[in-house]
C-alpha cells in the first residue's frame, strides 16, 4: 500500500470516497430508472390485456 504523510493522503481517502459515492448513486439511479421503465410496461400491458378481454 501507498502511503502519503499529512494533508495529501486526506485528499485522496476524500477522492476515493467521492468517486464511490458517486459510482454507487450513479448504479441506484440507473436501477431506479429500470424499475420504472418495467412498471409502465407493467401498466401497458395490463392495459393492452384489459382492452383484448
Given at each position: ?8 493522503s ?22 431506479f ?19 383484448f378481454?
Amino acid at each position: 500500500m501507498l502511503f502519503i504523510a499529512g494533508r495529501s493522503s486526506i485528499y485522496i481517502l476524500y477522492l476515493v470516497y467521492f468517486l464511490t459515492y458517486t459510482i454507487i448513486s450513479a448504479i441506484f439511479y440507473i436501477i431506479f430508472n429500470i424499475f420504472n421503465h418495467i412498471e409502465i410496461i407493467f401498466d401497458l400491458a395490463v392495459i393492452a390485456i384489459g382492452m383484448f378481454n
